[in-house]
């Protein structure tokens, strides 16, 4: 029994490492001045990748570089075909995360979490780039999100892919992932010193899968263009078209529809909630980073409650929303 019990470990031990990647991250604190207590990151990958729980801002600390002492670096190996979630800390503390630009965030519940995909189990290091601390892209980057929505196709099994110039139109290499299965993201870094780009979204990852674009929003070859003169987040467009969808509002539309708003977020005083629904009572409760409750607003009615920062202290909190269905929003308090 003990020899099957032992093979049966290290089956699952090299079940586990086929399906993980290397993934590097690395942020660049230029013109800040760093805390005594470290770099740090945080996210949704920390136990994956050995470090505990999930979302702890004092166990995952970053590297000084040798060749330029202002970018830390951590490299982790975690599940490939996954989506993950992070952010920076100039300490260790949950109030010492950076705040995350729109351009770079999930989009999900208004939360300002970055992001990444990881797509393939090659045998390199994904390099997510030396990101400033609360920017959008590394220096001499620009930020480009490409966002299409692919609710009137089957989608393909190997995915959804964009190609272009600005990654030598390879239809395998960039990857889309979707938070609501139906707009597909990606964000790509672009060099600042060329402007003009051409690309094209995929349903799948072969030459035949390429889109057949239909519009005035093609170009001479049939392809996509963008001028990136600053960093840019593209408008939601449907597969094969130039417009949106025609049966649904935009993504982010969409979102605001089916959650609560919270801002400023985070906060030094306070905050307000926004229900984002119809209905005329709500309870609502707020609770610590540990799952303890730590004020409540039961049977509230009105369309928006304004959250004083009173006796909580700086850290991270969780705003819950209960009606005809529950939203969840973090809360950031300074």
Same mark, same amino acid.
Not at 12 to 35: E, P
Not at 152 to 158: F, G, I, M, R, S
Not at 172 to 191: G, P
């Given at each position: 029994?003990?020899?099957?019990?032992?093979?049966?470990?290290?089956?699952?031990?090299?079940?586990?490492?086929?399906?993980?990647?290397?993934?590097? +991250?690395? *942020? /660049? !604190?230029?013109?800040?001045?760093?805390? $005594?207590? #470290?770099?740090?990151? &945080?996210? =949704? %990958? @920390?136990?994956?990748?050995?470090?505990?729980?999930?979302?702890?801002?004092?166990?995952?600390?970053?590297?000084?570089?040798?060749?330029?002492?202002?970018?830390?670096?951590?490299?982790?190996?975690?599940?490939?075909?996954?989506?993950?979630?992070?952010?920076?800390?100039?300490?260790?503390?949950?109030?010492?995360?950076?705040?995350?630009?729109?351009?770079?965030?999930?989009?999900?519940?208004?939360?300002?979490?970055?992001?990444?995909?990881?797509?393939?189990?090659?045998?390199?290091?994904?390099?997510?780039?030396?990101?400033?601390?609360?920017?959008?892209?590394?220096?001499?980057?620009?930020?480009?999100? +490409?966002? *299409? /929505? !692919?609710?009137?196709?089957?989608?393909? $099994?190997? #995915?959804?892919?964009? &190609?272009? =110039? %600005? @990654?030598?139109?390879?239809?395998?290499?960039?990857?889309?992932?979707?938070?609501?299965?139906?707009?597909?993201?990606?964000?790509?870094?672009?060099?600042?010193?060329?402007?003009?780009?051409?690309?094209?979204?995929?349903?799948?990852?072969?030459?035949?899968?390429?889109?057949?674009?239909?519009?005035?929003?093609?170009?001479?070859?049939?392809?996509?263009?963008?001028?990136?003169?600053?960093?840019?987040?593209?408008?939601?467009?449907?597969?094969?078209?130039?417009?949106?969808?025609?049966?649904?509002?935009?993504?982010?539309?969409?979102?605001?529809?089916?959650?609560?708003?919270?801002?400023?977020?985070?906060?030094?005083?306070?905050?307000?909630?926004?229900?984002?629904? $119809?209905?005329?009572?709500?309870?609502?409760?707020?609770?610590?980073?540990?799952?303890?409750?730590?004020?409540?607003?039961?049977?509230?009615?009105?369309?928006?409650?304004?959250?004083?920062?009173?006796?909580?202290?700086?850290?991270?909190?969780?705003?819950?929303?209960?009606?005809?269905?529950?939203?969840?929003?973090?809360?950031?308090?300074?």
């Amino acid at each position: 029994m003990k020899k099957k019990l032992v093979t049966l470990f290290a089956l699952v031990g090299i079940v586990s490492m086929a399906s993980a990647k290397m993934v590097k +991250f690395s *942020v /660049d !604190m230029t013109g800040l001045v760093k805390n $005594a207590t #470290g770099i740090h990151i &945080a996210g =949704d %990958f @920390q136990s994956f990748a050995g470090y505990g729980l999930d979302w702890q801002s004092n166990t995952t600390l970053m590297t000084q570089e040798v060749n330029d002492t202002n970018i830390y670096t951590v490299v982790v190996n975690i599940p490939a075909f996954k989506k993950y979630e992070f952010k920076y800390f100039n300490g260790d503390q949950f109030y010492e995360a950076e705040y995350v630009p729109i351009p770079s965030r999930v989009l999900y519940q208004y939360i300002d979490n970055r992001w990444l995909y990881v797509d393939s189990l090659a045998n390199d290091t994904s390099f997510v780039g030396a990101i400033p601390f609360g920017g959008t892209a590394p220096v001499g980057k620009r930020l480009l999100r +490409f966002r *299409v /929505d !692919m609710q009137n196709e089957t989608l393909n $099994a190997a #995915g959804a892919h964009v &190609a272009g =110039d %600005f @990654q030598t139109w390879s239809t395998v290499n960039t990857m889309l992932y979707s938070f609501d299965t139906m707009v597909y993201e990606y964000i790509a870094y672009v060099d600042t010193n060329t402007i003009n780009y051409t690309f094209k979204y995929l349903n799948g990852i072969t030459n035949g899968d390429y889109e057949t674009i239909i519009g005035a929003c093609a170009d001479v070859s049939g392809n996509r263009t963008i001028a990136v003169v600053m960093d840019t987040m593209l408008d939601v467009v449907c597969f094969n078209y130039c417009a949106a969808c025609i049966s649904t509002v935009s993504i982010d539309e969409h979102k605001a529809d089916a959650s609560a708003v919270l801002w400023p977020n985070p906060t030094d005083d306070y905050s307000t909630l926004e229900f984002g629904d $119809a209905e005329a009572m709500h309870l609502v409760t707020i609770t610590d980073i540990a799952g303890r409750e730590v004020r409540t607003y039961p049977e509230y009615v009105g369309a928006s409650l304004r959250i004083e920062k009173g006796e909580l202290e700086k850290g991270i909190y969780f705003v819950s929303t209960f009606s005809n269905k529950k939203s969840t929003i973090k809360l950031v308090v300074q």
